[in-house]
C-alpha cells in the first residue's frame, strides 16, 4: 500500500472546501470535474432502462449494442475498422489504466509515461510493482511537445509497455503528425505495447482527431482508454470503455470478471443513447468549453509574469507562472499557491501535483481547469488573480498575516 499514490488534486479540493465552509467564495479552478449538465435524453434514457428492468447483472465485457455502438462511433472518428470484438465496456476511464498494467506488465517491467502527467500512471505501475520511467515536454513552436529524444534515451531491454495520453492532462497539448508518428515508430521498433489514453479525445476545438492508434502496426498493440464523461457530461456516472485488438480486449474482459462483474447495466442503455443520438447536445458542450477557455485565456495573457499558451483540447490551461512568482518574492510554488486561494479565492493545482519534477525543469507551472465554472466566475475570479499578482501591497498583508 505504501506504493500505492492518490490524486493530490483531491486535497486541493477539501482545502478549498474548507476555506468556503468558512465564507470564503471559491472558483474552483482545481479539479476537472465539469458542472454542465448530463444531455436529458441520455437521463431519459436511462430512466427507461431502469422502468424496463435492466437492473440486473449484464455480460462482463458490456451489452452488445453498446459495444457496437462505441465501435462504430469511435471507429469512424479515429479511420479504424472495429467491431463489438475490439470493445470492453468500463466503470469508467480510469480502470482501463489499472487493467493495462495487470494485463500487460509483469513486475520488474520498466514503464514509460508522461511527467507531468496524470498521477494514477505512476501510481498503478509501481503498486504493481513495475519501474516507472518518466518523459516529459519541451516548448516547441506550436506548445508543448513530447521530447521523443528522451524516450528513445529511456528505452532499455526491460521497457516493456508506454503510456500516451493525447490529448493531455494537464497541460491540454495534442499531439502533432511527425510528433506521432516518431512515437510509434519508436514503438514498433522497440516492441512496447501501448495505453493511449484518449479521454479527452472529443474535447479538440479545431481540426480533426488523430489517433496513434491509426499509425501503422500500431492497433495490434494498442489499448485505448475511452470515456463517456467529457464529450456527453456524464463524470459522475462512471462509464468509459478500453477498446483494441482482440487478443488484448480477451484480457482485459478477464479482469472485468474478477473487478466488478460488468459495469452498471442501465446506464449502459443511456450510453447508447448519447453515442445514436446526442452529437447536437456534445456540440454544445464543447461550445460552453470554448467559451470558457476563451475567457481564461484573455485575462491570462494580459498579466504580467504570466506565460499561456491557448489550447486546441481538453479543458485544462497550463501557465508558466515563473516570473509572477519571481516579481513577488515566491520561490515554492505551494506556497504561491496558497497565497492566492487564501487572498482570491481562486484554488488550482500546480505542476507538483502531476508527478515529481524531471531533471533539467527550471520553470514553475500551474493547472486552470475551467470545465466547472461559468463564464462570469471565470472572469470574476481571474481578475481577482490578476489583482494579487501585479500589486504588491496584497502578498506584502498577506505575509505580515502569517
Excluded at 516507472?132 to 524516450?151: T, W
Excluded at 499558451?309 to 490551461?317: A, D, H, Q, R
Excluded at 516579481?327 to 501535483?353: A, M, P, Q, W, Y
Aim: hydrophobic fraction near 35%; glycine fraction near 8%.
Amino acid at each position: 500500500m505504501k506504493n500505492l499514490g492518490t490524486e493530490t488534486a483531491f486535497a486541493v479540493s477539501a482545502e478549498a472546501r474548507e476555506l468556503e465552509c468558512k465564507g470564503k467564495k471559491i472558483y474552483p479552478f482545481h479539479l476537472g470535474d465539469m458542472n454542465i449538465k448530463t444531455p436529458k435524453r441520455i437521463i431519459e434514457a436511462t430512466k427507461k432502462a431502469m422502468d424496463d428492468g435492466k437492473t440486473g447483472y449484464c455480460p462482463s465485457a458490456g451489452i452488445p449494442e453498446l459495444r457496437e455502438a462505441v465501435a462504430k462511433e469511435e471507429g469512424k472518428l479515429r479511420d479504424l475498422k472495429l467491431t463489438k470484438e475490439n470493445v470492453s465496456i468500463q466503470p469508467g476511464g480510469k480502470p482501463v489504466i489499472a487493467k493495462f498494467i495487470l494485463a500487460f506488465m509483469n513486475p520488474g517491467d520498466e514503464v514509460l509515461y508522461p511527467n507531468p502527467g496524470y498521477p494514477i500512471y505512476e501510481s498503478q505501475i509501481e503498486f504493481h510493482g513495475g519501474v516507472a520511467k518518466p518523459y516529459g515536454f519541451k516548448v516547441g513552436e506550436n506548445g508543448f511537445e513530447i521530447d521523443v529524444e528522451s524516450i528513445e534515451k529511456s528505452i532499455t531491454p526491460k521497457t516493456k509497455l508506454l503510456v500516451f495520453n493525447n490529448y493531455h492532462n494537464p497541460i491540454g497539448a495534442g499531439a502533432g503528425e511527425e510528433e506521432m508518428k516518431n512515437i510509434a515508430e519508436l514503438c514498433v521498433k522497440h516492441n512496447l505495447v501501448v495505453l493511449n489514453d484518449e479521454a479527452y479525445f472529443d474535447i479538440c476545438y479545431s481540426g480533426k482527431q488523430k489517433s496513434i492508434a491509426s499509425f501503422p502496426q500500431m492497433f495490434e498493440r494498442t489499448l485505448i482508454l475511452y470515456t463517456f464523461s467529457k464529450k456527453f457530461a456524464m463524470t459522475g456516472w462512471r462509464l468509459g470503455a478500453a477498446i483494441g485488438p482482440e487478443w488484448m480486449i480477451k484480457e482485459i474482459n478477464r479482469l472485468n470478471v474478477n473487478d466488478e462483474s460488468c459495469s452498471n447495466h442501465f446506464i449502459q442503455w443511456g450510453a447508447v443513447e448519447a453515442l445514436k443520438y446526442c452529437h447536437k447536445e456534445s456540440k454544445e458542450i464543447l461550445e460552453t468549453l470554448r467559451e470558457r477557455r476563451d475567457a481564461a485565456c484573455e485575462i491570462l495573457e494580459s498579466i504580467r509574469g504570466i506565460k499561456v499558451i491557448k489550447p486546441n483540447s481538453t479543458f485544462y490551461l497550463f501557465p508558466d507562472v515563473t516570473d509572477a512568482m519571481k516579481n513577488l518574492g515566491f520561490d515554492d510554488v505551494e506556497e504561491f499557491r496558497k497565497f492566492i486561494i487564501e487572498t482570491t479565492g481562486v484554488s488550482f493545482c500546480t505542476r507538483n501535483h502531476f508527478g515529481t519534477k524531471i531533471d533539467g525543469e527550471d520553470r514553475e507551472y500551474i493547472r486552470i481547469a475551467y470545465s466547472g465554472i461559468n463564464v462570469k466566475d471565470i472572469r470574476e475570479g481571474l481578475l481577482k488573480f490578476k489583482e494579487a499578482i501585479e500589486n504588491p501591497e496584497i502578498v506584502k498583508k498577506w505575509r505580515e498575516s502569517k
